[in-house]
T-cell receptor, first 108, second 118 residues
Framework: LAKTTQPISMDSYEGQEVNITCSHNNIATNDYITWYQQFPSQGPRFIIQGYKTKVTNEVASLFIPADRKSSTLSLPRVSLSDTAVYYCLVGDGRKLIFGQGTELSVKP | GAVVSQHPSRVICKSGTSVKIECRSLDFQATTMFWYRQFPKKSLMLMATSNEGSKATYEQGVEKDKFLINHASLTLSTLTVTSAHPEDSSFYIC??????????????FGPGTRLLVL
């Protein structure tokens, strides 16, 4: 299973765009990248998933360069309610091993 | 997205008793479910993979006789913490794997169960 590395924490202000980058140097050919959001005392919530290039949905965008050794989750115009821990996971769907995640704090 | 429920949401029990936690996939069938535990300010730790109709696969260091897993149907997996002790107090989260249209196989998580053993 590919190991992921993310910043431990990030700070932002309401209305700003936030980009969280995840490194996964040993990603395998069959692996895809999935990001989850977790609030305290809740289960992780699926945000976005991709294999290569760019994926966009109603809440976020995911940028994956050609070598796929990293990925960037982009949250447009964050609000206070986006304060949470964000996890980047890499795998082929068989099982997920969570890293430390990035604790995002959005300030007014 | 797919919905996964857990019951109970929180439970308090006495040391030495057993506690059962249910995990259900509400709008899809899941041949594979997963059980995690999470301590405060820590990441999720995978405990075991639950396969419908067969024995669960436990991660290294997880006692299979203490954490009994039963995946009796395509929508239900249960985790029983046997002879619970205070150190078993934690946040237990399940997930179910499915493939939705346009996506690879993805895990969807339940809301979690807070266990406190006195």
């Amino acid at each position: 299973l590919a190991k992921t590395t993310q910043p431990i924490s990030m700070d932002s202000y309401e209305g700003q765009e936030v980009n969280i980058t995840c490194s996964h140097n040993n990603i395998a050919t069959n692996d895809y990248i999935t990001w989850y959001q977790q609030f305290p005392s809740q289960g992780p919530r699926f945000i976005i998933q991709g294999y290569k290039t760019k994926v966009t949905n109603e809440v976020a965008s995911l940028f994956i360069p050609a070598d796929r050794k990293s990925s960037t989750l982009s949250l447009p115009r964050v609000s206070l309610s986006d304060t949470a821990v964000y996890y980047c996971l890499v795998g082929d769907g068989r099982k997920l091993i969570f890293g430390q995640g990035t604790e995002l704090s959005v300030k007014p | 997205g797919a919905v996964v429920s857990q019951h109970p949401s929180r439970v308090i029990c006495k040391s030495g008793t057993s506690v059962k936690i249910e995990c259900r996939s509400l709008d899809f069938q899941a041949t594979t479910m997963f059980w995690y535990r999470q301590f405060p300010k820590k990441s999720l730790m995978l405990m075991a993979t639950s396969n419908e109709g067969s024995k669960a696969t436990y991660e290294q260091g997880v006692e299979k006789d203490k954490f009994l897993i039963n995946h009796a149907s395509l929508t239900l997996s249960t985790l029983t913490v046997t002879s619970a002790h205070p150190e078993d107090s934690s946040f237990y989260i399940c997930s179910a794997r499915t493939r939705e249209r346009g996506r690879q196989e993805t895990q969807y998580f339940g809301p979690g169960t807070r266990l406190l053993v006195l």
